[in-house]
């Protein structure tokens, strides 16, 4: 089997071609950055600009499936020319990808798409499924939408889509747990906001499991890559804390104090969705970390 991947270097796809690679598979991948190019026998690198439209047409020879994990991270100070590219970036090169699929001749049979659970609304209430059709009135919202009508796209060119809506990552390597466990560290760590909005997590490994599940199972359509336990956001910081072995008695953290630090990108924080992970369960995955407290020693000791 021969994958292409887009965002292969980042903290997901590393982690993803580092299990694929185990398991035998070919990797083709997409990079930004020539001097990211290698070329070995099972692992061979390609250049493209989705910016400009450019993309090395070579890429898919032999390639039965793509993973597109391409994105500009959300964990950057929003302001308006980088939510321009927040946007950009997921919807240009999905865009290069179906032009180059509907143009050049090639044997891809899947398109598996990054996506997030962003898209679902904000509440304290609700258990968001795969079937929920409501989008959040949002920044994250709207790019999601954007983002998932860019990829579904590519359905007219009879390849099958699937789109996995991905919580909360947990890894000790970067992206959220890291930051959040910052304060932690320094003695400081306390729920944020109200502390109630739910958190809907998934251990770093669990997801790429997800990803080779769906890959070799040619699942279609979407999914929600999240643990079966979502907590809220006081239960979060306070599992945090108790892995480093540091205190937990600061007062919340309020909104206004967020919105001044960090300005719409407190959103990310302060947003709660409850996602319910049964669909890719029912499929037959069988979760790695069910515990939030295991998932995150693992990842910060």
Not at 238 to 265: D, H, R
Request: glycine share 8%.
């Amino acid at each position: 089997m021969k994958v292409l991947i887009t965002g292969a270097t980042g903290l997901i796809g590393s982690e993803l071609v580092s299990l694929l690679l185990k398991n035998g598979v070919h990797i083709n991948y997409l990079t930004t950055s020539e001097d990211k190019l290698q070329h070995e026998l099972k692992y061979n690198g390609f250049f493209w600009n989705p910016d400009s439209g450019s993309i090395d047409e070579n890429c898919i020879d032999g390639v039965d499936t793509i993973i597109h994990l391409a994105g500009a991270s959300i964990s950057k100070r929003w302001t308006d020319s980088y939510k321009q590219e927040i946007l950009e970036s997921r919807v240009l090169s999905t865009n290069v990808l179906f032009t180059l699929l509907k143009n050049r001749p090639h044997n891809i049979k899947q398109f598996i798409s990054a996506s997030a659970i962003g898209i679902y609304p904000d509440s304290l209430e609700k258990v968001y499924s795969e079937s929920d059709t409501e989008v959040d009135n949002s920044f994250l919202g709207k790019v999601v939408q954007k983002w998932e009508e860019a990829v579904d796209q590519i359905k007219r060119l009879d390849i099958k889509v699937t789109k996995v809506r991905t919580g909360i990552v947990l890894s000790g390597k970067g992206g959220a747990l890291v930051e959040m466990a910052k304060p932690v560290r320094l003695g400081v760590g306390s729920p944020l906001g109200c502390g109630r909005q739910m958190q809907s997590w998934i251990h770093i490994q669990d997801l790429t499991g997800i990803y080779n599940y769906i890959l070799n199972h040619e699942l279609e359509g979407v999914y929600n890559a999240v643990a079966p336990h979502p907590v809220n956001n006081a239960g979060l910081m306070k599992t945090i804390a108790k892995v480093l072995n540091k205190p937990f008695f600061m007062p919340n953290v309020p909104k206004f104090m967020l919105q001044a630090v960090l300005g719409e990108m407190h959103q990310i924080l302060l947003s709660s969705q409850n996602v319910s992970a049964r669909k890719i369960i029912g499929e037959g995955y069988q979760f790695k970390y069910l515990s939030l407290e295991k998932a995150i020693r693992q990842e910060l000791q």
